[in-house]
């Protein structure tokens, strides 16, 4: 099957990419489609998302721009632009054609919203030791859709005051949008072009991306739907969320129907249909429908698979996670638990955490919920490091327990103290731990 490609870059960089594209010979279908600022990129990408198998978007912040907004539709994105060493060749051309050019006085614009400096001379500095691509990589990740829509008048503001201020002699572009107003207040630019070779391998790194999303988005799921209380969990319940499945699948075009087993009612669907129905792992629509029907809160799970029985398995450990926490689980055909769904808390678990639960549990002498509450908590701060009252205040216990656990955890080999912190009040200085759940 041909595949279709939308290539989404600036309208100043449409022509250029387009010239690269009917260079590239490869077997799929690239369309070139422009958009103006940030803000309006996740728009494009909305408009082609449903008729394309993936994208080529033109840098890492316009990728970064979509992916911070939710969409109908996900498809793989590969973001495109001058890798480091095209940028060093760049600057290196700049030196031969005029050896007296002061590298202190370029100015790299991609650099400027980034701690450090934004000159080649800095750029230089850094590639030597390596630290630019996982930098400006570590960066990108934090952005928010906020940040990311004053980036460009950011950058042009401040290249423009160091422009009149004999501050630079030139600029290194990679924010294309910016182009035009820098050459109306005459700042000379250049802007460097990816190579055909690396653009055709990005694309064939997409092309592969996508085969295998399509291979995902047919594997099998169950969804596995029962009261979350016990003590609702009856024949005449169970029996009202087998009516209530049905009609919500009718509803929603879904070609399966649910059946009653045991204490529960699941149903089968495939990936595709479940990437739908959660909004891509993001909501739960099934549960919302079940709240406004029923007089009784509902534990929803949903179980991929690579295959039916591991996708059976896999919704009976989603449902027991929504029996405890509440609203709705995925567990992925590697084993990862999403959820909450609908959540602000909703995280990601990696399998390699879940395997472990068990050994650490019995190492440090907890529950494995215990363990699991722990880490939880640690994934939602995006922080290995924590406080005693800090636990304490996540997992909703008192300050006491939450000593006995960091002590658990540090003859289990799972903490230790990082450091300590002097607040400006008086009393002890503070314990600072530093978790480490990987064995």
Not at 54 to 60: D, R
Not at 114 to 143: Q, S, Y
Not at 381 to 395: C, D, F, Q, V
Request: with cysteine.
């Amino acid at each position: 099957m041909r595949r279709k490609i939308v290539a989404i870059t600036s309208q100043y960089l449409k022509e250029p990419v387009s010239q690269i594209v009917s260079e590239l010979k490869l077997n799929c279908d690239i369309q070139v489609v422009s958009y103006n600022k940030f803000d309006t990129i996740s728009e494009v990408y909305d408009s082609y998302a449903g008729d394309t198998d993936g994208f080529l978007i033109s840098g890492k912040i316009a990728k970064a721009a979509i992916e911070s907004t939710a969409h109908a539709y996900n498809r793989p994105i590969v973001s495109f632009e001058i890798d480091t060493a095209g940028l060093y060749r760049a600057l290196l051309n700049l030196l031969i054609s005029n050896r007296d050019l002061d590298m202190d006085r370029i100015i790299l614009d991609f650099l400027i919203p980034i701690d450090g400096g934004c000159t080649a001379t800095a750029f230089l500095k850094e590639l030597d030791i390596d630290t630019v691509p996982p930098h400006i990589n570590n960066w990108t990740k934090a952005l928010t859709r906020t940040s990311i829509s004053t980036i460009e008048n950011h950058v042009l503001s401040e290249l423009i005051r160091m422009w009149n201020n004999n501050e630079m002699d030139m600029v290194l572009c990679q924010y294309s949008n910016i182009l035009p107003e820098l050459r109306a207040h005459g700042i000379p630019t250049i802007y460097p072009l990816p190579s055909v070779s690396h653009i055709r391998d990005l694309a064939n790194e997409l092309l592969s991306t996508i085969e295998l999303e399509h291979m995902r988005s047919n594997l099998p799921v169950i969804i596995n739907v029962s009261p979350r209380s016990s003590t609702d969990n009856t024949p005449e319940n169970i029996q009202q969320i087998y009516v209530c499945m049905e009609d919500f699948f009718k509803k929603n075009l879904m070609n399966c129907i649910p059946q009653e087993v045991d204490n529960h009612c699941s149903a089968l669907t495939t990936v595709e249909m479940l990437q739908h129905i959660t909004h891509n792992n993001k909501v739960c629509e099934l549960n919302e429908f079940l709240t406004d029907k029923l007089h009784f809160e509902c534990a929803v799970g949903y179980g991929i698979g690579a295959n039916f029985d591991n996708a059976i398995r896999n919704s009976v450990n989603a449902r027991k996670e929504a029996v405890q926490f509440g609203k709705s689980f995925i567990q992925n055909e590697n084993g990862d638990m999403i959820g909450p769904l609908g959540s602000s808390d909703r995280r990601v678990i990696q399998n390699q955490y879940v395997q472990n639960l068990g050994k650490i549990a019995k190492q440090c002498n907890l529950s494995p919920v215990t363990i699991k509450k722990v880490l939880v908590s640690t994934h939602a701060a995006g922080s290995n490091k924590i406080t005693t009252h800090e636990l304490a205040e996540r997992m909703g216990s008192t300050v006491r327990n939450a000593n006995r656990i960091i002590q658990n955890l540090e003859n289990g080999g799972v903490a230790r103290l990082a450091y300590t912190q002097t607040t400006n009040a008086k009393g002890r200085p503070v314990k600072v731990y530093e978790l480490d759940f990987n064995f």
